[in-house]
């Protein structure tokens, strides 16, 4: 990296500054996700050269202006996990995860200075990502249902507001009624031991899959999606469904 950012290096690489990279910093860090869900070991090793690129990229720049080196990285987060694990490194005990991440929580407000648990949460983390964050840090401290039933019972009592909502005149009610459902759900998912952010990224790749099956079929015919109807399309969706169970 130093040698592309050289004078005589490449003309894009020695553009770029920490700014103009943090699309691809979130870009490469997806397609690494897409790569663990593949389960093709040779795709995750690229990726991860690919999302370890952009941390060498990022203190190479950070090196020219005197700032800081990729040494100082690694030695960095090298002496936080040892601190954040003193039941490894240290004298004290964690006999759970749970525990651990609660001592976790408690190194990090006092290393960072923050002021309660929610702070350092991402402020452009995606939507069901950033509440399923949220709902993990509130329930380290408590704020939880005993069991799954005070979840469900949420969920219900939310989708209830909603469907309330929904017979009114008035977008903004509705707009806060689903906020409520969806982050019911959020924390639903955490006593259930499913990340949201996956299962909806599934359920999306079904959807395409199914969704193209039927276009397929359809053009395959000479006609058109707009112009077969709800009922035939419905009808090659169950039918993608079939071949998906019979697949397996």
């Not at 290096?9 to 996700?33: F, M, N, T």
């Not at 941390?55 to 936080?80: P, T």
């Not at 399309?233 to 169950?238: P, R």
Request: glycine share 6%.
């Amino acid at each position: 990296m130093a040698r592309l950012r050289a004078p005589d290096g490449c003309p894009w690489d020695r553009e770029q500054d920490a700014h103009s990279l943090k699309a691809y910093i979130i870009e490469e860090a997806y397609e690494v996700c897409e790569a663990i869900e593949s389960g093709d070991p040779k795709k995750l090793c690229d990726e991860l050269g690919d999302l370890l690129l952009q941390v060498v990229f990022q203190a190479q720049i950070a090196n020219e202006s005197g700032a800081f080196n990729i040494n100082d990285v690694v030695n960095a987060i090298s002496d936080k996990m040892e601190r954040r694990h003193p039941h490894v490194f240290g004298d004290e005990t964690a006999e759970s995860a749970e525990q651990v991440m609660e001592q976790w929580e408690q190194r990090k407000l006092q290393e960072k200075g923050r002021k309660g648990y929610l702070d350092g949460i991402p402020k452009h983390l995606p939507g069901l990502l950033k509440a399923r964050r949220i709902s993990d840090k509130a329930a380290l401290v408590g704020f939880e249902w005993p069991t799954i039933d005070g979840a469900k019972d949420k969920v219900d009592e939310e989708w209830a507001e909603l469907q309330h909502a929904a017979k009114q005149d008035s977008h903004e009610d509705v707009v806060h009624e689903l906020g409520d459902v969806l982050f019911a759900l959020v924390n639903l998912s955490r006593y259930l031991k499913a990340d949201p952010e996956d299962a909806l990224r599934r359920t999306v790749g079904r959807f395409s899959k199914r969704f193209r099956y039927v276009e397929n079929q359809i053009l395959a015919r000479g006609e058109q999606l707009q112009d077969v109807g709800l009922e035939a399309m419905d009808a090659l969706w169950e039918e993608a469904k079939r071949l998906e169970r019979d697949a397996k």
